[in-house]
Nanobody, 124 residues
Framework: QVQLVESGGGLVQAGDSLRLSCAAS????????MGWFRQTPGKEREFVAR????????YYADSVKGRFAISRDNAKNTVHLQMNSLKPEDTAVYFC?????????????????WGQGTQVTVSS
């Protein structure tokens, strides 16, 4: 079955960087657009970034544009999220997900498999 496992979260200070990874198995990884989302308690899951099958197209939420970078390694079935200049408002559980659709969207309903999430906490 499809499994997505995130790693790389942690506690950092404002201005620091983190690199999240998502290891995928049970799917033909290179056939799918992948996305990163985040969620804080009491709020809906929020789109962060997505990357198309070959990595040729990326798209970011305005809140992270210029600070975060999504990438993928199809040979290793992994997708990464490099997070720079972190802010306290970036604190959340971060999830990777597989898109149902070729281009990917910003809506969680359009993603069919999810990892368990990794906590990112940014202190001020």
């Amino acid at each position: 079955q499809v499994q997505l496992v995130e790693s790389g979260g942690g506690l950092v200070q404002a201005g620091d960087s983190l690199r999240l990874s998502c290891a995928a198995s049970g799917l033909v990884f290179s056939s799918y657009t992948m996305g990163w989302f985040r969620q804080t308690p009491g709020k809906e899951r929020e789109f962060v970034a997505r990357i198309t099958r070959t990595g040729g197209s990326t798209y970011y939420a305005d809140s992270v544009k210029g600070r975060f970078a999504i990438s993928r390694d199809n040979a290793k079935n992994t997708v990464h999220l490099q997070m720079n200049s972190l802010k306290p408002e970036d604190t959340a559980v971060y999830f990777c997900a597989r898109s149902r659709y070729f281009g990917g969207t910003i809506f969680p309903r359009d993603y069919d498999y999810w990892g368990q999430g990794t906590q990112v906490t940014v202190s001020s």
